[in-house]
């Protein structure tokens, strides 16, 4: 069952710079961060150095609850990249978050076919080999109807 | 408000599309030439009118022209303009320059513009929709934004069927719908002796085609040639040394979508991404959607084209689905004949197919698409919308006449 073990991750590893290490490091500690910015209130990802709304400066880290919906997603049947030969058919979509922004990632789910734009999904993490921490979103069993 | 003298600047005199779809014994550097060859032969002018350059890379779908490219090509042609652009929002590039050689004729930099690709990406054997953006473009995956997105297994056509899936959520779209788009292709390429893939197919070919990404389908994407094509854009102090009458670019916009830090809705933005760049096109021509004789719509996935029917107004939001079923966009008996040439979908898509679509636009115009003639067919529109990179895209739209 998906979150009773380590989830490994046999994907790429992201590259990072200064600008984006926060982010990554976070991860390492099971913390997701989007930010939210102090001068018009908004929140953004992906994570980077100042605000894309107002172009401040005076942004903060603000870690998500790690709930989520699936806004979209697609079922993928076909990626001949030999980085992802070991993932089969996997789900790639894209997650609204509570916090106000929508996040590209990977969703796991038990039953990947039963997977709808709606479905409630928790973040996770997989652990790359590295020991680099990886967010993904998970489907709560139990939670498609 | 759109300038309107900008619709009395410049006209295409010059197009042609390279015959071939598989090209395996030249290189795309040979295409594109034999390509700017025809086109200035078409215009009945000559290399020495060229004064002004602009060429698409190839290189982010798995070609070999990559950085300089206007500068690279200019050397292989042995050209020396005196304006070059190469600006890269993928399939829809080719409309960018248009706006471009309108712009610096109106602005009197030059008189003489061609416009050329050419990519042997299928003889390359390039998979352009079904690996990683980062192995399409020989990069590595960079920390903003790819480490983000990328490691994802967000491939060209996993986008797409992931901005099909909410816009069939959204609008009520449905896979049969879009695999009428298909069959209709197919129907016009079967009248076009050089489009690549002639063979009839029905909505159940389509349909029951492998899932690439759901929600699409094998059939739900476009063909991956070899090709070529360019055109001639002219000042009117050349039409009297031109062979063929001015095909008239009465009408241009353009217009982006960004993520917006994780706000933007992809589905909704898609579709007025197209509306802005049409809104302005129809501003500028002074004409409305019922004066279009036919449409030339970049048609990468069966998807696009209802997004582009909707966005440039050719149908209410949430109709494009069953406008395409319905055969209005047939060349028999439709009431908006879309890409006569049989598109993307089933004539040529080397990667960046926004040339072909004015070629296309120019033979209709002209009374020359032999086999599929869109009767008295006097004004046409042309909207592409490309990619660089999930959901930073970008839409042309023109409106052209004779
Ligand atoms: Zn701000």
């Known amino acids: 069952m998906i979150g009773t073990k380590e989830i490994v991750w046999t994907g790429p ?131 498609i109807g | 408000m759109a300038n309107i003298r900008l619709g009395e600047t410049a006209a295409i005199v010059g197009a042609y599309e390279h015959p071939t779809r598989f090209a395996q014994e030249k290189s795309e550097w040979q295409l594109l030439a034999e390509a700017s060859r025809g086109a200035i032969a078409d215009a009945g002018l000559s290399p020495s009118h060229i004064d002004a350059l602009f060429v698409a890379a190839t290189a982010p779908e798995g070609g070999q022209l990559g950085i300089c490219t206007s500068t690279m090509a200019a050397d292989y042609l042995n050209l ?78 996993a986008f797409m069927g992931m901005l099909t899936q909410r816009y069939m959520h959204d609008t009520g779209l449905t896979s049969e719908q879009l695999a009428h788009v298909a069959t209709t292709m197919r129907e016009h390429a079967a009248r076009n002796p050089d489009a690549m893939r002639r063979e009839r197919i029905t909505v159940d070919d389509v349909l029951s085609s492998p899932i690439i990404a759901t929600p699409l389908h094998k059939l739900d994407c476009c063909v991956v040639s070899d090709g070529a094509g360019a055109i001639v854009v002219a000042h009117p102090d050349l039409f009297a040394e031109c062979a063929k009458p001015p095909v008239w670019i009465r009408g241009f916009g353009e217009a982006l979508m960004t993520h917006g830090g994780g706000k933007t809705d992809w589905a909704t933005e898609s579709r007025e991404m ?70 993307g979908l089933a004539s040529n898509h080397p990667g960046r197919r926004g040339i072909f679509m004015f070629i296309e636009a120019v033979r209709q115009l002209r009374g020359e698409a032999s086999g599929r003639q869109v009767p008295d067919a006097k004004i046409a529109m042309c909207t592409a919308t490309g990619a660089a990179f999930l959901a930073r895209r970008g839409s042309a739209a023109h409106i052209l006449e004779i």
Not at chain 1, 16 to 33: H, M, Q, S
Not at chain 1, 109 to 115: S, V
Not at chain 2, 93 to 99: D, H, I, P
């Open chain 2, 274 to 343: 197209v509306a802005r760049a049409c809104g302005d096109a129809y501003a500028m021509s002074g004409r409305r959607p019922a004066d279009i004789h036919t449409a030339m719509i970049y048609d990468a996935f069966t998807f696009n084209v209802v997004v582009d029917l909707e966005g440039a107004g050719f149908c209410d939001v949430g109709e494009g689905g069953s406008f395409a079923a319905a055969g209005e966009m047939k060349l028999d008996g439709g009431s908006l004949p879309v890409n006569p040439d049989g598109g």
């Open chain 1, 13 to 143: 590893v992201p590259s990072t710079v200064v600008e984006t290490k926060p982010f990554w490091d976070a991860c390492n500690r099971g913390i997701f961060l989007v930010q939210r910015c102090r001068d018009c209130g908004e929140t953004q990802y992906h994570y980077r150095g100042f605000c894309c709304h107002c172009w401040s400066d005076a942004i903060e880290d603000l870690a998500i609850e790690g709930a989520g919906k699936v806004w979209t997603f697609s079922r993928v049947l076909v990626n001949r990249s030999p980085q992802f030969a070991q993932w089969g058919v996997y789900v790639t979509g894209v997650v609204e978050l509570p916090e106000g922004v929508k996040v590209i990632s990977r969703i796991l789910a038990e039953n990947p076919e039963t997977i709808q734009i709606g479905t409630p999904v928790r973040l996770a993490f997989a652990r790359a080999e590295s020991g680099q921490k990886i967010p993904l979103f998970v489907v709560q069993e139990g939670a």
């Open chain 2, 80 to 157: 020396k303009p005196k304006f070059i652009d190469e600006t890269d929002v993928g399939g829809a590039s080719l409309g960018y320059y248009v706006n471009r050689a309108v712009l610096g004729i109106h602005a009197g930099i030059f008189k003489c513009a061609l416009i050329a690709y050419g990519a042997t990406t299928r003889s390359r054997r390039v998979n352009v929709g079904t690996v990683s953006y980062n192995q399409l473009t020989g990069t590595e995956m960079v920390p903003i934004p790819d480490a983000f997105e990328q490691i994802y297994g967000t491939t060209v056509i």
